[in-house]
C-alpha cells in the first residue's frame, strides 16, 4: 500500500480528533462522521486495488500474500465500523440532518 495510507492506529485518532473537535469544519456536505471525502475516496482506491491483488495472488497461488491483503483489507472495514459506530454514538441515522433535530 502507499505511503499516505497510515496504520490503523494512527487513522484512527486522527478521525477521532477529527470528529469530536468542534472547532474543525468538514464542510457541510460531507456525510462521513469519521472521516473526510479525501480519505474515504482513498479508501475506496485501496479496497478496488487489493480485490485486485488478491485475484492476482491467488491466481498465482501465492497464498501468504493473499492472507497479507485481506488484512490490509481488514483495515477499511473496520474504519466502516467505526463510521457506523461514531453515527451510533451520535444518535443519528446517516442522512438524517441537523436541522431535523431543531424540531425537538
Not at 456525510?31 to 474515504?40: K, R
Not at 497479507?68 to 457506523?84: G, K, N, R, T, Y
Request: charged share 25%; glycine share 2%.
Amino acid at each position: 500500500m502507499s505511503e499516505e495510507y497510515n496504520p490503523l492506529r494512527a487513522r484512527i485518532v486522527a478521525a477521532l480528533r477529527r470528529a469530536w473537535n468542534p472547532q474543525e469544519d468538514q464542510d457541510y456536505d460531507v456525510p462521513f462522521t469519521a472521516f473526510t471525502w479525501e480519505h474515504w475516496q482513498a479508501m475506496q482506491i485501496h479496497m478496488i486495488l487489493n480485490f485486485a491483488r488478491f485475484q492476482r495472488a491467488i491466481s498465482n497461488r501465492e497464498l501468504r500474500q493473499a492472507v497479507m491483503i485481506v488484512w490490509e483489507m481488514l483495515d477499511i472495514i473496520q474504519e466502516l465500523q467505526m463510521e457506523a459506530c461514531a453515527w451510533i454514538n451520535e444518535g443519528k441515522e446517516p442522512g438524517e440532518h441537523e436541522s431535523a433535530d431543531h424540531g425537538h
